[in-house]
């Protein structure tokens, strides 16, 4: 067995046997405090592997695929249980792996009360965090759809049982049921695009097999399209883009870790490797990226405006997740008119950046929290810097990766992304001017991101210094515990995308080997290579919007003056601070009908039990009402003997009358 492969089960079954021995670990009072060790060590020794895993195929052969195992048998189809390790798989696994390692240590000291204390719960939430993970990984490294829909099964179980954590808190319950109902939804169509795409590739369960056989034999247009936008109805659900992202900013009522967990790590980013996995049968069908752009386009302007005006320092950055999402998305839906390997490393260069900038923007704003005293609402607040300078610090370089001022991380990605929307744009394309339009909408987007970050920066740590009565005197510096993950993350979100960016080309290099990307090139011969020089002017428009942004947030918020609406815009103010209505939309057009539909569907059924019940009654009633015949007195019997005779005597007589 090749080593790559060997690594690759060692870190699934390190992060399993973590969860099963912190699961155990709740049942022990006096190891319950030290729930965490297992899984900090085996997301620390997973990462280790995982990165050895990306230095091994660097130098070797590009994809590895383990011995196939039955899984399951019915008649003549046998569904296979694989492995398989390539560039794409690399980096999605050590991405993971790394940023899960940091925020579990964080975790270890935001789930203590301020006595040191384990939080209830404590070993049960390091258990799920720990399957999470496990999950995530192991949808990574599927080999076939029908293992890699196990998986994803698995990482929305786990979402649920971690946004829901309180669970005796009202509305943390209703958010993790909302997280599950809502994700379901995009997981029907997933389901049915999985056996719609397994017919058409020849009932082959092997990912590469079956791609490569559409790709030689081809099915007619309208079925593979339908095939891949059900199968990006799953993507939608998970990487919560319009119509179905309303379930992410809920999501915020689990702890804070897992905030940082889900949206950087594991989860939503599900979907965009879903999509990127898919390549060469998404390379395949120009309406189906049409779609995906314009959803991921739609996605990340609606959520973008959302976020200007939100309070809650968590659902800012929960809407900035569902817009970077959007951002995978645009360039994925350009990977017919560009190069599919471009557009595919341009969305994955953007995730794995991302990972950096939003789990250090997630913690930092836990640690903000854990010294308010759990108040997250910046109104409330003010000033910080003096009193947490290392959040301060760490937070400004999150906030601007994700403004995408250069040079952090957040600048080399986004911009790669408009440049293959542009690119893309300059084609002969069918859907070449809808590139040209979402173009804009991205340069708009960047311009919004870095006044709503910078506007949630300044909030939070600039302006005259207040402390909301919930803190008490427990308002100072988070310990180590929690600021060395910031400190590691704040250098990956400044470099990473310096490191192995458009300056190096090491990224793309490295991702370009995927075979399934091969693959999808081979789909679309005509599409225009990717410029191996960056585009400085491109990057210089998206900076100069980017710059913008932020100088009005600090003429607007950095004083820490009370926020005050412009004359005229009052209107338009309401509507972003009311998250443009859509939950009001969804519940008027859909919660409230289909509530009412479930309820004369219950009316309905308790009516024909009860009709039922009452058939079934009716011989009861008339075997009771028989029932005194039959009661063993003989002169009763020959009572009713004399009656009979008189009747019968009675009937004769009134037959001869006549």
């Known amino acids: 067995m090749s080593e790559p492969l060997g690594l690759a089960p060692a870190v699934l079954g390190l992060l399993l046997g973590a969860t099963v021995v912190t699961a155990l670990m709740a049942g022990a009072p006096r190891l319950r405090r030290f729930a965490h060790l297992p899984l900090v060590l085996a997301c620390a020794a997973s990462a280790g592997l995982a990165i050895w895993i990306v230095i091994q195929l660097s130098a070797g052969t590009p ?29 999605m696994l050590a ?22 204390v384990p939080e209830r719960g404590y070993a049960r939430y390091f258990a799920v965090m720990g399957l999470f993970v496990f999950s995530m990984c192991g949808l990574v490294l599927a080999d076939n759809f029908f293992l890699l829909v196990a998986f994803w099964e698995g990482v929305g179980v786990c ?5 829901g954590y309180y669970y005796a808190k009202p509305s943390a319950a209703a958010a993790a049921r909302k997280a599950f109902l809502v994700t379901r939804l995009g997981d029907t169509g997933f389901l049915l695009g999985i056996f ?20 030689t034999h081809p099915p007619d247009t309208g079925s593979l399209t339908t095939a891949c936008l059900l199968i990006f109805c799953g993507a939608v659900g998970k990487s919560a883009q319009f119509p179905l992202y309303v379930w992410l900013p809920d999501a915020m009522e689990g702890p804070t870790p897992v905030s ?95 990972a950096f900038f939003k789990a250090l923007l997630f913690l930092g704003a836990g640690s903000v929290m854990h010294a308010m005293g759990g108040v997250i609402d910046t109104r409330r607040f003010g000033g910080l810097r003096r009193i947490m300078p290392v959040t301060h610090l760490t937070f400004l370089c999150g906030a601007a990766a994700l403004a995408a001022l250069p040079p952090t991380s957040g600048f080399w990605s986004k911009d790669l992304i408009l440049e293959a929307l542009r690119d893309g744009a300059e084609t002969t394309h069918p859907y070449a001017g809808g590139l040209q339009a979402l173009l804009l ?32 005197h427990h308002a100072h510096e988070s310990p180590p515990v929690m600021t060395v993950p910031l400190l590691v993350l704040a250098v990956g979100a400044l470099a990473a995308g310096a490191v192995a960016g458009p300056l190096t080309h090491s990224f793309d290099h490295f991702l370009e080997r995927t075979p399934s990307l091969q693959q999808a090139a081979t789909a679309v011969p005509g599409a225009k290579a990717p410029a191996h020089a960056f585009d400085w002017g491109l990057a210089g428009l998206s900076t100069l919007l980017a710059a913008g942004g932020v100088g009005l947030a600090a003429v607007l918020y950095a004083k820490g003056r009370p926020e005050k609406v412009p004359p005229g815009l009052e209107p338009v103010v309401a509507l972003s601070r009311n ?15 289909l509530t009412g539909a479930a309820v004369a569907a219950g009316m309905f059924d308790r009516f024909l039990d009860s009709f039922g019940r009452l058939l079934a009654s009716a011989p009861r009633l008339l075997g009771h009402l028989a029932r005194p015949v039959q009661n063993g007195l003989v002169q009763f019997y020959a009572l009713g003997m004399a009656a009979g005779v008189v009747v019968l005597l009675s009937f004769v007589a009134f037959r001869i009358a006549r």
């Not at 991405?95 to 006595?115: C, L, N, P, Q």
Request: aromatic share 14%; charged share 10%.
């Open 63 to 91: 994809a590895y695929r383990s011995v196939p195992v039955t899984w399951f048998a019915a008649g003549n189809f046998a569904a296979s249980a694989a492995i398989t390790i390539d560039p794409l798989a690399a980096v």
């Open 95 to 116: 991405t993971v792996t790394f940023v899960a390692t940091w925020i579990a240590v964080f975790s270890a000291g935001y789930m203590r009360d301020e006595h040191g």
């Open 159 to 163: 979402s649920y049982l971690l946004v």
């Open 196 to 215: 719609l795409l397994w017919k058409l590739g020849g009932y082959h369960t092997d990912l590469t097999v079956l791609f490569e056989h559409i790709r």
């Open 260 to 354: 940082a967990l889900i949206h950087a790590a594991t989860m939503v980013t599900a979907g965009v490797y879903l999509v990127a996995r898919c390549a060469p049968v998404f390379a395949l069908v120009p309406d189906a990226q049409a779609v995906v752009a314009w959803a991921g386009g739609i996605t990340a302007l609606l959520a973008a405006v959302i976020a200007l005006t939100q309070t809650d320092l968590k659902r800012v950055l929960a809407y900035s997740t569902v817009s970077q999402l959007g951002y995978m998305f645009l360039a994925l839906g350009a990977m017919g008119a560009v190069s599919p390997v471009f557009a595919v490393t341009a969305a994955i260069f953007h995730l794995f950046t991302h």
């Open 441 to 472: 909408i991205g340069l708009v987007t960047a311009g919004l991101t870095a006044f709503y970050t910078f506007r949630a920066y300044f909030l939070t740590f600039w302006g005259q210094t207040r402390v909301p009565e919930e803190a008490g």
């Open 579 to 593: 998250k443009l209505y859509v939950d009001e939309v969804y519940e008027a057009a859909l919660v409230k009908p």
